[in-house]
């Protein structure tokens, strides 16, 4: 099948972001639950800052909205989340193209504790806080996977063409 160049570029961002949801609710041992990373928050931070024109706040809406239902939560939660990221990212992306890989580290671990500081603020409003610290532990492992994350996805986006 010869698919267009639009359409391969479709199918390729739409891969990265379903392998990410599927990462997101694959099942953990009960003690590694809460080192799991924000994958989503991982990969649309990448394609925002790679693709701004083709991937913003509607991707980060979407995606966010795709967690909400797979997570059974507040409906738009995650989705406001998510847009957040999506708009700062997309807004910095220049900045952010410049850092070392260790600086933009710092800055997705920035992004996943706003996103993660949005959730609660949400669920507090709603009377369903969670009473411990742990919730911004993802962000820290999200910081570490970074740089891998990082190249997979620039060589994944350089051998697809997408641009």
């Not at 847009?83 to 260790?102: E, G, K, T, Y």
Request: with cysteine; glycine share 6%; hydrophobic share 60%.
């Amino acid at each position: 099948m010869n698919l267009s160049h639009n359409a391969r570029r479709r199918l390729i961002i739409a891969a990265s972001f379903l392998a990410a949801l599927v990462l997101t609710i694959l099942p953990w041992p009960v003690w590694t639950e809460q080192f799991r990373p924000d994958w989503v928050a991982l990969v649309l931070i990448y394609w925002c800052m790679a693709l701004p024109t083709r991937v913003g706040v509607g991707t980060g809406w979407s995606v966010g909205l795709m967690l909400d239902v797979l997570y059974g939560s507040m409906l738009g939660e995650n989705a406001l989340a998510k847009s957040l990221i999506a708009f700062l990212a997309v807004r910095f992306h220049l900045q952010l193209r410049m850092f070392p890989r260790w600086q933009q580290a710092v800055v997705v671990l920035l992004l996943v504790i706003a996103n993660n500081l949005l959730v609660l603020w949400v669920k507090n409003l709603a009377g369903q806080a969670p009473s411990t610290w742990g919730y911004l532990t993802p962000s820290i492992v999200s910081m570490l996977l970074w740089p891998w994350l990082f190249v997979i996805l620039r060589d994944i986006r350089r051998h697809g063409n997408v641009s």
